[in-house]
């Protein structure tokens, strides 16, 4: 369990590189989070990279997807989905039944997508989607994203994909424009139930014997003779 948040270095522990070719191949699958963690919001500029380990149906990928924003998606790398070494990249195979193009496969997790493709879903339970080598995505609601793996059985695979997640797009707001709040005047000869019909009730109301001034938060009205002869 990592002690801290932040981002995993990896090395080689060696004194003299110089003479050193190679790589070596890490995997990183994620066993649990903490009850406390929070999903992560990026914005334009920030990324997000994710390993989907092959053995497992899904994964979460801590990200959380917003409704109206826009996300490149893009899948690298191979995994193996059987005994004899066979591989598959995220775009999934197509050549051997019953997988080919347009072929329905039972017992897959989305029997009408590619075998073997990288799939995706908002929320646990939410509808799946190709996402394949690479996907522009709008998501249609807000919820964290899950990457997965169009298999039927997991028992004999290793390695993971690489998917990188790029937010492109601040949120756009679906709601209609709302009209400017209409302006509320008082007129010269206004009568007191027209003010108040325009304004309402006063903070403050002062009767005198030849006028009658009420007082608003920012204005005053003044009446004499039952009609409004001054406003300030």
């Keep these: ?110 029997p009408e997508l590619p075998c073997l493709s990288l799939l995706g879903r908002i929320g646990p339970i939410g509808p799946v989607f190709e996402i394949g080598p690479a996907l522009t995505l709008n998501p249609p609601v807000t919820g964290e994203l899950y990457l997965g793996v169009n298999d039927t059985d997991y028992s004999d695979n290793y390695g993971a994909w690489i998917v990188t997640l790029v937010p492109l797009s601040e949120g756009v707001s679906t709601l209609p424009p709302q009209a400017p709040a209409e302006i509320q005047t008082v007129h010269e000869n206004d009568t007191p139930a027209q003010v108040l019909a325009a304004l309402g009730e006063p903070d403050k109301k002062v009767d005198m014997e030849s006028k009658k001034i009420w007082i608003y938060k920012d204005l005053k009205v003044t009446f004499v003779n039952g009609k409004v002869a001054e406003v300030q």
């Design 1 to 110: 369990m990592a002690p801290v948040s932040g981002q995993l270095f990896l090395g080689v522990n060696d004194v003299y590189f110089a003479d050193n070719s190679g790589a070596w191949t890490v995997g990183i699958t994620e066993e649990g989070y903490a009850e406390n963690r929070a999903p992560t919001r990026l914005t334009p500029g920030q990324q997000i990279v994710v390993s989907v380990p092959a053995a497992q149906p899904w994964t979460d990928s801590g990200m959380v997807v917003e409704q109206n924003r826009i996300y490149s998606l893009t899948g690298n790398g191979a995994i193996v989905y059987s005994r004899d070494g066979s591989s598959s990249t995220p775009a999934g195979r197509f050549n051997w039944s019953p997988c080919g193009p347009g072929e329905y496969h039972p017992g897959f997790v989305s």
